[in-house]
C-alpha cells in the first residue's frame, strides 16, 4: 500500500511511528511517498493523487489543508497548533524573552511551506495571542518547507513557529525549548483521505484504525 503524505508530516510525525503497525502487521509492505503535492495549493488534487494510473495497490493520503475533497473518504487526524521553539542554547546566549529589548534582539524564521500566504502562521497574530506589542518580525530568513525551519530553528539560528504535533517529540526531549505557552491554531488541519472504492479494503481499513488511534481521533469515516 502506498501512503502519500506532506514531507514534514512524513519525517516528524509518520515514519517515528510506522514500526508500530509494521509489527502489528508484519506482512504489509508500506511504500511511503513524500512530496510537498500533498499540501492544499501546491500541485495536484487529493484525488490526482490517489489515482495515478501507475499505481499497482491500494493508496491513502495524508492531506494538509482545509479538508475539501469531494469524492473521497475523509477523516480529520489533527487539528494543530503552531508555537514558538528554538534550541537551548539559543535561549541561553539571548536570555529570556521579557521585554520588547529581548524580542529585538531575536531573529525571526518564517514558514513559507504553505502556498496561501492568508494561510500560514503569522508571527503578527502569534504576538497578538501572546500580548506582546511593538515587534517587528518582518525579518528574518524565510524557508519554502517546514522541514527546513526546524532545522534553522534546531541549529539556533532563530525562533519558529512550528506545528505542535511536529515538535512535541523534540521539546520532550529537550532538543528544543517553547519560551513562551502561547499557541496560534492552524488554519489548515491533517486528513487521511480514501478513494470511496478502496475505503472497505482490509488493508486499508486496518491502517485507517491504526492511524487514527496514534492520532487519538474517534474512528468517524466520512464522505464529503
Do not use: K
Not at 490517489?50 to 492531506?63: H, I, K, M, Q
Not at 500566504?117 to 501572546?130: G, I, K, Q, V, Y
Not at 487521511?192 to 481521533?217: I, K, M, N
Amino acid at each position: 500500500m502506498t501512503i502519500h503524505a506532506p514531507p514534514s508530516f512524513a519525517q516528524r510525525w509518520l515514519v517515528p511511528r510506522l514500526s508500530r503497525f509494521n509489527s502489528l502487521h508484519p506482512d504489509v509492505e508500506l511504500r511511503l511517498a513524500s512530496d510537498v503535492c500533498n499540501i492544499d495549493g501546491l500541485g495536484r488534487s487529493a484525488e490526482g493523487l490517489l489515482t495515478d494510473p501507475r499505481e499497482a495497490g491500494s493508496a491513502v493520503a495524508v492531506r494538509f489543508g482545509l479538508g475539501d475533497y469531494p469524492g473521497l473518504c475523509r477523516d480529520v487526524l489533527l487539528a494543530p497548533a503552531y508555537v514558538l521553539v528554538c534550541s537551548p542554547a539559543l535561549l541561553a546566549r539571548t536570555g529570556p524573552l521579557a521585554t520588547p529589548t529581548d524580542w529585538g534582539r531575536q531573529v525571526f524564521i518564517h514558514d513559507e511551506s504553505i502556498p496561501d500566504e492568508a494561510m500560514r502562521p503569522s508571527w503578527a497574530e502569534w504576538f497578538r495571542l501572546a500580548g506582546v506589542a511593538n515587534v517587528d518580525a518582518s525579518r528574518g530568513p524565510r524557508f519554502s518547507s517546514a522541514v527546513l525551519v526546524l532545522e534553522a530553528a534546531m541549529g539556533g539560528q532563530g525562533l519558529a513557529l512550528a506545528l505542535w504535533p511536529l515538535v512535541e517529540a523534540d521539546v520532550r526531549s529537550g532538543r528544543l525549548v517553547m519560551p513562551v505557552a502561547t499557541m496560534l491554531p492552524s488554519r489548515y488541519v491533517y486528513s487521511l483521505v480514501v478513494p470511496e472504492a478502496l475505503a472497505g479494503r482490509t488493508l486499508v481499513r486496518d491502517f485507517r484504525a491504526w492511524l487514527l488511534a496514534e492520532a487519538e481521533v474517534p474512528a468517524a469515516l466520512t464522505t464529503p
